[in-house]
């Protein structure tokens, strides 16, 4: 609003700082705990709050990522991308000279890395406090004419400083200066990496939730995420079973790499090439042909899973949604598989929101063995075990399909991705995967 961009330029007027004018190659390799993003809670969630708060986000985030890609001015995009940004799973590392430390939102839809400063006169409440560029002997702004401002969706220009905004709605959620700081990563018992001249946004005027969080790091396919700027453009996750207090881990540069995973049943890594969708450029889209339910193929045109020439449509893996969408047509014929396969009655589970769902366990006369899901790629096929396509609720004993239908487009969530180490190569443009037992270091 247009309150909030003058509060913003008077904090920037009081705010400024020496211009940084340049930036290092870098090429470094690290490792960091993933924390769920309710992990943190206290008193902590049931299994059944975990799971209810879980769709709850994975259904706002589809509706915001479905309507992102159908618009185009990149200020409406911003403002319905970050609304759907609360993220799924939280990442521990230190800002500046000294190091302060501050836990943020690990976002793979998204690319701009940034947290709160002072002076903050608009704030969102947060673990940590706010940061303090004054304070900070590395700290630097980014001028308007770098490459590194043109990358902003939309960039502006106060007194020769590059400017970001990212909306909520009507407010302003994340408004500041671009600016570059070093950047201090690894996991509390191993060897701490520090990174020079890192882009972020220094958030002065900020509205919105953070989800027990100090800010954003962006792991897109965009030159301003944390993954482009660090080099080689490669990351991988191993995220443990949803529901276990088990931490995740997030591997960066040389550390990123499937070639010492413990796998959990010798399986080969497979690869596949990622496909760019122009409307959604920062998020990693795949070319899903089919789907198989033990042995049989389900009948779907595989153009139900192709990227629309509007934006629309297609399949992407994030890991900002929970549970799996599937496209309408998609889950219509899994579902009815499904029902063929399980052969019980099917019930609405209406406290989580899901409607495939079955009486668990079944009587004594009635034996029921669920088959693998596999998700039939370009050049590698996904197999996706019943325990990450299907769930309990312990509230009711239902046994419920971790999914559900899309009136547009596809997303993996991070559910179908339990035990499994996935490696994003985005400077080869590849997604490798191996199943792997990810409580293990």
Not at 45 to 55: E, G, H, I, N, S
Not at 365 to 386: E, G, I, Q
């Given at each position: 609003?247009?309150?909030s961009?003058v509060?913003?330029?008077?904090?920037?007027?009081?705010?400024?700082?020496?211009?940084?004018?340049?930036?290092?190659?870098?090429?470094?390799?690290?490792?960091?705990?993933?924390?769920h993003?309710?992990g943190?809670?206290?008193?902590?969630?049931?299994?059944?709050?975990?799971?209810?708060?879980?769709?709850?986000?994975?259904?706002?985030?589809?509706?915001?990522?479905?309507?992102?890609?159908?618009?185009?001015?990149?200020?409406t995009?911003?403002?319905i991308?970050?609304?759907?940004?609360?993220?799924?799973?939280?990442?521990?590392?230190?800002?500046?000279?000294?190091?302060?430390?501050?836990t943020?939102?690990?976002?793979?839809?998204?690319?701009?890395?940034?947290?709160?400063?002072?002076?903050?006169?608009?704030?969102s409440?947060?673990?940590?406090?706010?940061?303090q560029?004054?304070?900070s002997?590395?700290?630097?702004?980014?001028p308007?004419?770098?490459?590194?401002?043109?990358?902003?969706?939309?960039?502006?220009?106060?007194?020769?400083?590059c400017?970001?905004?990212?909306?909520?709605?009507?407010?302003?959620?994340?408004?500041?200066?671009?600016?570059?700081?070093?950047?201090?990563?690894?996991?509390?018992?191993?060897?701490?990496?520090?990174?020079?001249?890192?882009?972020?946004g220094?958030?002065?005027v900020?509205?919105?939730?953070?989800?027990?969080?100090?800010?954003?790091?962006?792991?897109?396919?965009?030159?301003?995420s944390?993954?482009?700027q660090?080099?080689?453009?490669?990351?991988?996750?191993?995220?443990?079973?949803f529901?276990?207090?088990?931490?995740?881990?997030l591997?960066?540069g040389?550390?990123?790499?499937?070639?010492?995973t413990?796998?959990?049943?010798?399986?080969?890594?497979?690869?596949?090439?990622?496909?760019?969708?122009?409307?959604?450029?920062s998020?990693y889209?795949?070319?899903?042909?089919?789907?198989?339910?033990?042995d049989?193929?389900l009948?779907?045109?595989?153009?139900?899973?192709?990227?629309?020439?509007?934006?629309?449509?297609?399949?992407?893996?994030?890991?900002?949604t929970?549970i799996?969408?599937?496209?309408?047509?998609?889950?219509?014929?899994l579902?009815?598989?499904?029902?063929?396969?399980?052969?019980?009655?099917?019930?609405?589970?209406?406290?989580?929101g899901?409607?495939?769902?079955?009486?668990?366990?079944?009587?004594?006369?009635?034996?029921?063995?669920?088959?693998?899901?596999?998700?039939?790629?370009?050049?590698a096929?996904?197999?996706?075990?019943?325990?990450?396509?299907?769930?309990?609720?312990?509230?009711?004993?239902?046994?419920?399909?971790?999914?559900?239908?899309?009136g547009?487009?596809?997303?993996?969530?991070?559910?179908?991705?339990?035990?499994?180490?996935?490696?994003?190569?985005?400077?080869?443009?590849?997604?490798?995967?191996?199943?792997?037992p990810?409580?293990?270091?």
């Amino acid at each position: 609003t247009m309150g909030s961009l003058v509060l913003l330029l008077v904090v920037l007027a009081a705010a400024l700082s020496p211009v940084a004018r340049c930036t290092a190659e870098r090429d470094v390799g690290f490792q960091l705990k993933l924390t769920h993003v309710d992990g943190r809670a206290a008193p902590a969630y049931t299994k059944l709050q975990l799971l209810m708060r879980a769709v709850d986000r994975s259904r706002a985030r589809v509706a915001a990522l479905s309507a992102v890609a159908a618009v185009a001015d990149p200020i409406t995009a911003a403002r319905i991308l970050v609304r759907a940004s609360q993220g799924e799973y939280l990442v521990d590392l230190a800002v500046g000279t000294p190091p302060v430390e501050y836990t943020a939102i690990v976002d793979t839809g998204s690319d701009l890395v940034w947290t709160q400063c002072a002076p903050c006169m608009l704030c969102s409440d947060q673990p940590t406090p706010f940061f303090q560029p004054n304070r900070s002997a590395t700290y630097r702004l980014v001028p308007c004419g770098s490459p590194r401002c043109a990358a902003l969706p939309y960039p502006s220009c106060f007194h020769g400083v590059c400017v970001y905004q990212y909306y909520y709605g009507d407010y302003a959620s994340s408004a500041g200066v671009l600016a570059q700081e070093a950047f201090t990563f690894g996991a509390a018992n191993s060897t701490k990496v520090r990174v020079p001249g890192v882009a972020f946004g220094c958030g002065n005027v900020n509205a919105g939730n953070l989800a027990n969080s100090s800010g954003m790091v962006g792991l897109g396919r965009g030159p301003l995420s944390l993954v482009s700027q660090l080099g080689p453009s490669r990351f991988s996750y191993c995220l443990t079973s949803f529901l276990t207090p088990a931490p995740s881990r997030l591997s960066f540069g040389a550390m990123a790499s499937l070639d010492s995973t413990n796998t959990s049943d010798g399986a080969p890594v497979q690869s596949m090439p990622f496909v760019l969708n122009a409307a959604l450029p920062s998020m990693y889209f795949l070319s899903l042909q089919g789907i198989s339910l033990g042995d049989t193929r389900l009948r779907v045109d595989p153009l139900a899973f192709a990227i629309n020439d509007d934006g629309t449509g297609g399949c992407m893996i994030d890991s900002g949604t929970s549970i799996t969408y599937l496209y309408q047509d998609a889950y219509e014929a899994l579902r009815r598989e499904l029902l063929s396969v399980v052969r019980l009655r099917s019930v609405h589970d209406t406290a989580i929101g899901l409607d495939t769902c079955f009486p668990w366990p079944p009587p004594p006369s009635v034996t029921v063995t669920m088959p693998d899901l596999v998700l039939h790629f370009d050049r590698a096929n996904m197999t996706v075990p019943p325990e990450n396509y299907m769930l309990i609720d312990s509230a009711t004993g239902f046994l419920c399909l971790a999914m559900a239908p899309s009136g547009d487009g596809t997303i993996i969530g991070n559910y179908q991705q339990q035990n499994l180490h996935v490696l994003y190569d985005i400077a080869n443009s590849l997604l490798s995967f191996v199943p792997a037992p990810c409580n293990i270091a």
